[in-house]
């Protein structure tokens, strides 16, 4: 007898070979015999004659084909993923250590020490981590968000419905839709 499984149908008497190279009972790793049994019922081809061996062998190698090209195409999509996730990560590294200098560049701004040569670097820095994609965020008079503030101080007041940002300590920045460093302020709520 064949190390494939075989079932009989009692209701047709025909004779069912299963193929699957993999018993559904054990999960045993089958051999596969190189010639079929007798009376072996074989599936039709697309002009309704049994299919040779041949065309069993070409089905099998067009189906693997096909589940390793769809391997390849989704280890390529999830490769791009990781690469782009890399790139994001490492701008982001970059631009949240160069934040001290951007706020020493607003503080020299708000002083009327940025003139001259130190100014025109100080707005090209700007523009170019503008351009990657760096957003300042946080402003007085908006509702304070904990996602995206840090309280350093609060007061009670009986004039406001929800906790407001009363005052901007340090500006937020936010890089990719991630936030590299929350605003710091002055929050208000009702008591």
Same mark, same amino acid.
């Given at each position: 007898?064949?190390?494939?499984?075989?079932?009989?149908?009692?209701?047709?008497?025909?004779?069912?070979?299963?193929?699957?190279?993999?018993?559904?009972?054990?999960?045993?790793? +089958?051999?596969?015999?190189?010639?079929?049994?007798? =009376?072996?019922? !074989?599936?039709?081809? /697309? $002009?309704?004659?049994? *299919?040779?061996?041949?065309?069993?062998?070409?089905?099998?190698?067009?189906?693997?084909?096909?589940?390793?090209?769809?391997?390849?195409?989704?280890?390529?999509?999830?490769?791009?993923?990781?690469?782009?996730?890399?790139?994001?990560?490492?701008?982001?590294?970059?631009?949240?250590?160069?934040?001290?200098?951007?706020?020493?560049?607003? +503080?020299?701004?708000?002083?009327?020490?940025?003139? =001259?040569?130190? !100014?025109?670097?100080? /707005? $090209?820095?700007?523009? *170019?981590?503008?351009?990657?994609?760096?957003?300042?965020?946080?402003?007085?008079?908006?509702?304070?968000?904990?996602?995206?503030?840090?309280?350093?101080?609060?007061?009670?007041?009986?004039?406001?419905?929800?906790?407001?940002?009363?005052?901007?300590?340090?500006?937020?920045?936010?890089?990719?839709?991630?936030?590299?460093?929350?605003? +710091?302020?002055?929050?208000?709520?009702?008591?």
């Amino acid at each position: 007898m064949s190390s494939e499984y075989q079932n009989e149908d009692e209701e047709q008497g025909v004779r069912v070979t299963d193929k699957r190279r993999i018993d559904p009972d054990t999960y045993a790793l +089958r051999e596969v015999d190189a010639q079929p049994e007798s =009376g072996e019922v !074989r599936q039709l081809d /697309e $002009a309704g004659a049994p *299919a040779t061996d041949e065309t069993d062998k070409l089905a099998e190698l067009t189906n693997d084909l096909q589940r390793v090209q769809a391997e390849y195409a989704n280890y390529r999509r999830r490769v791009d993923r990781d690469r782009e996730l890399v790139k994001e990560n490492a701008i982001g590294s970059v631009i949240a250590a160069l934040l001290p200098v951007i706020d020493d560049i607003d +503080r020299a701004r708000e002083h009327g020490e940025l003139e =001259g040569a130190f !100014r025109s670097v100080g /707005e $090209a820095l700007e523009g *170019a981590l503008a351009k990657l994609g760096l957003e300042k965020f946080g402003t007085a008079n908006e509702p304070f968000d904990p996602n995206l503030h840090e309280a350093l101080s609060t007061e009670s007041r009986d004039d406001i419905s929800e906790p407001t940002v009363t005052a901007l300590y340090q500006p937020g920045y936010r890089y990719a839709g991630r936030v590299l460093r929350p605003a +710091r302020v002055a929050v208000a709520g009702t008591d």
